[in-house]
């Protein structure tokens, strides 16, 4: 059986890219997006071009509902998740004062605790399987006053890198 990846927001951009190089290794792919059509899209299109499975599940990750549906929806796959790249992000640019609280939830629901979900639902597997390997796409404008709200809820580096080592995979 193929080795498998979860990625999130893999119909477009960054995303796109990781599953087209992973299917290209022959890792089977689930990912998710709001977007159905795109969702087809990439799996008809990787599923054509490699020897791969692809598994779709229609979430919105600002939507913590909609986050455990898709946990449970990789769960549910039975397989043991080798590679988890949270992917899928909202990003900001402006000045502090100018944003909404509802706008920084959303940021923080996207990028921190979805993330967070998203851990709880690969973690217990790759403990079991002693191994898997966790990504997380953040960003490198640490320093910009003009995303004040973002980098916060993207600092995940120092949070991977504990997971690695709770974890004892490498
Ligand atoms: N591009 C850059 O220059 C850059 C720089 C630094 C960091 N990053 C980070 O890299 C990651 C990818 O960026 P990108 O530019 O490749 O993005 P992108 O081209 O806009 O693609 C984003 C992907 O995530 C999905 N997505 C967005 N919001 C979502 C949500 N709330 N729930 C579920 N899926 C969602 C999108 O599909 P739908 O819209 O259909 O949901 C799409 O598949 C992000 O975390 C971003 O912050 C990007």
Excluded: W
Aim: net charge positive; with cysteine.
């Amino acid at each position: 059986m193929n080795r498998l990846i979860v990625a999130t927001g893999g119909t477009k951009g960054i995303g796109l890219a990781i599953l087209e190089k992973f299917a290209q290794a022959g890792f089977d792919v689930a990912t998710c997006s709001r977007t159905l059509v795109d969702l087809q899209g990439v799996k008809a299109g990787l599923e054509k071009n490699y020897s791969v499975r692809v598994f779709i599940h229609t979430a919105d990750l600002s939507v913590s509902s909609q986050v455990k549906a898709l946990s449970e929806f990789v769960t549910g796959l039975n397989r043991p998740v080798d590679v988890l790249v949270n992917n899928a992000g909202v990003a900001g640019f402006g000045l502090l004062e100018a944003y909404t609280v509802d706008q920084v939830r959303r940021m923080f629901e996207v990028n921190f605790y979805g993330v967070l979900r998203t851990y709880q639902a690969v973690l217990p597997g790759m403990r079991k399987q002693n191994g898997g390997l966790i990504i997380n796409i953040t960003t490198g404008a640490s320093t910009s006053p003009c995303i004040a709200v973002l980098q916060p809820s993207k600092s995940r580096a120092a949070k991977v890198e504990s997971v690695r080592r709770s974890t004892n995979t490498k």
